[in-house]
């Protein structure tokens, strides 16, 4: 195949051939939309860093729940902010924490959309770790039963799926048994396997308010320099029971993505986190690209890696957008 025999643009002529030749489409199904909870009523408290997203209340949850839902987005994520962090995180697993409340309003309101919760201890513990301390150590075996307690609340209270978020080992095996004692066989876990030591998720935690407050999470979060190490974690968590393998971040380990999706047989998740949403729409505020067309590029790039699913601060824009192209 070679030019002047072979010419790859005739098949890019035209509107019509470029739609029949196109190997990946954007689909509404393909969109997870990460909300933050958090308590009281008539709260949207504007998140600087996430332009367009808010701590939001019950009642302003559940109208962006809604409006997700009109847009055939078929989940959201729920983050927490609770009223209260202490050393063991109890209002991760309190029956009436925030989560468990916003994940039960929106089965009750919006029943067709799933609810997948986050499962971790941050946002929870006033060290702000994903686990519990013993000194200053994050203590992985201590930390397994209340991230499976905490999993537990959320499916009790209505979450349709979980996904813990925390990166200790053994999590997703201790969630799976504490679920299938408790009758919750057909609760599906969405694990965040590959879950990097990022800079960007620096948005988030101004939004969730989860920021350590010592040291940082490179005993438990994995090194961006490793891919090798994301296939060993990915495969733990398939023979642990995980029914969706996720990456994180996206677009800078799009690598590690398409390993993923060679090496393993199940849906794989992408997180689009704060810090990508963050750059493409501080440049778009600036003038210096096009904010909507580096979103659709972006996503299309991720879901070419191998994503079937998307978490997205731009879950409802680019379903606007989606919808409007039919
Ligand atoms: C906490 C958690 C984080 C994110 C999701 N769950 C941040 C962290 O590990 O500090 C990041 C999401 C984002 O940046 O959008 N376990
Ligand atoms: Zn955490």
Redesign the pocket.
């Known amino acids: 195949m070679l030019f002047p025999d072979y010419r790859p643009r005739r098949l890019r002529q035209s509107v019509a051939f470029r739609r029949m030749i196109r190997e990946t489409t954007l689909s509404t199904d393909d969109l997870i939309l990460?909300l933050f909870a958090i308590d009281g009523k008539g709260v949207k408290n504007p998140i600087p860093s996430m332009p367009g997203h808010y701590q939001l209340s019950i009642d302003h949850l559940l109208k962006i729940a809604k409006k997700a839902h009109d847009l055939r987005i078929p989940a959201i994520m729920i983050?927490g902010i609770p009223k209260k962090k202490d050393s063991l995180a109890t209002s991760a697993y309190a029956e009436d924490g925030i989560v468990q409340k916003a994940a039960k309003a929106v089965k009750d309101n919006v029943s067709d959309l799933a609810v997948i919760t986050?499962v971790?201890l941050?946002?929870y513990t006033d060290h702000g770790h994903?686990g519990v301390l013993k000194g200053n150590i994050v203590d992985n075996d201590a930390s397994l039963d209340l991230l499976a307690q905490t999993a537990l609340s959320h499916v009790k209270a209505g979450a349709d799926m979980v996904a813990p978020?925390?990166m200790m080992d053994g999590r997703v095996a201790e969630i799976r048994d504490l679920l299938d004692d408790n009758g919750f066989s057909d609760i599906p876990i969405m694990s965040?396997a590959a879950?990097y030591c990022s800079a960007?998720?620096?948005?988030?935690?101004e939004a969730?308010e989860?920021?350590p407050k010592f040291g940082d999470?490179k005993t438990y979060?994995m090194d961006p320099a490793n891919a090798l190490e994301a296939i060993r974690e990915a495969t733990m968590d398939v023979e642990e029971g995980a029914d969706i393998i996720m990456v994180?971040?996206a677009l800078p380990y799009l690598d590690i993505i398409c390993r993923i999706r060679d090496e393993i047989d199940l849906p794989i998740a992408a997180?689009n986190?704060?810090?990508e949403?963050a750059i493409i729409k501080a440049a778009d505020k600036m003038g210096w690209v096009d904010g909507q067309k580096v979103m659709m590029e972006t996503l299309t790039a991720i879901k070419r890696a191998g994503a079937k699913m998307i978490l997205t601060?731009f879950a409802i824009e680019a379903a606007m957008e989606i919808i409007e192209a039919g």
């Open positions: 990460p983050f986050d971790c941050c946002q994903c978020s925390d965040y879950k960007y998720y620096g948005p988030f935690r969730a989860s920021a999470r979060q994180k971040p997180y986190v704060s810090g949403y601060y």
